[in-house]
T-cell receptor, first 113, second 113 residues
């Protein structure tokens, strides 16, 4: 058990809808990262938050947004969903900045029908 | 930009065979290098890491050496077991700025008894 909790495990929704994925980092970790794993794109970094502030952005679509709350949990919001958004979404956390190991949650599998 | 290239899979071996999964990278500066493993239905787990040239990471019988001259971080294990069947990802992160992970495409390993 990595200590990173993601909910829900599975989400099935329709095109055009909006969903929210939730991540609770390991106790004491200040950084949260979101990654998308799809068959055609592989594992791609989406966005990072550190202690409530956005730190880095990767290949995140404008339809997607995220935030980190004062209790350090994070949410990834996906809107106007398309079939191509179907993927496994992982959250990872690390202690902070520098040479820190990232610990991954089990992921949320999103299916857009 | 930074990138990681892994040998194409899938790889199928018999129990007790020797394993090598090749990984090469392109990066500026001196990235940290990682191998992550993903067992069926689970998130990614850190297998081993190396943070500077000539470092050897090791864990559970797996080893990889950070070779700056060949920009490689090949994963090896002397005698594989059925329980090693999983998908293996090579990854790098820069130590300056955002510590996002850049992943290779993954190599699916199946060990037959």
């Amino acid at each position: 058990d990595s200590g990173v909790t993601q909910t829900p495990k599975h989400l099935i929704t329709a095109t055009g809808q909006r969903v929210t994925l939730r991540c609770s980092p390991r106790s004491g970790d200040l950084s949260v990262y979101w990654y998308q794993q799809s068959l055609d794109q592989g594992l791609q970094f989406l966005i990072q938050y550190y202690n409530g502030e956005e730190r880095a952005k990767g290949n995140i679509l404008e339809r997607f947004s995220a935030q980190q709350f004062p209790d350090l949990h994070s949410e990834l919001n996906l809107s106007s969903l398309e079939l191509g958004d179907s993927a496994l979404y992982f959250c990872a956390s690390s202690a902070g900045q520098g040479k820190n190991i990232q610990y991954f949650g089990a992921g949320t599998r999103l299916s857009v029908l | 930009g930074n990138s990681v290239t892994q040998m194409e899979g899938p790889v199928t071996l018999s129990e007790e065979a020797f394993l090598t999964i090749n990984c090469t990278y392109t990066a500026t500066g001196y990235p940290s290098l990682f191998w992550y493993v993903q067992y069926p239905g689970e998130g990614l787990q850190l297998l081993l890491k190396a943070t500077k040239a000539d470092d050897k990471g090791s864990n559970k019988g797996f080893e990889a050496t950070y070779r700056k001259e060949t920009t490689s971080f090949h994963l090896e294990k002397g005698s594989v077991q059925v329980s090693d069947s999983a998908v293996y990802f090579c990854a790098l992160s820069q130590d300056q700025g955002a510590q996002k992970l850049v992943f290779g495409q993954g190599t699916r390993l199946t060990i037959n008894p």
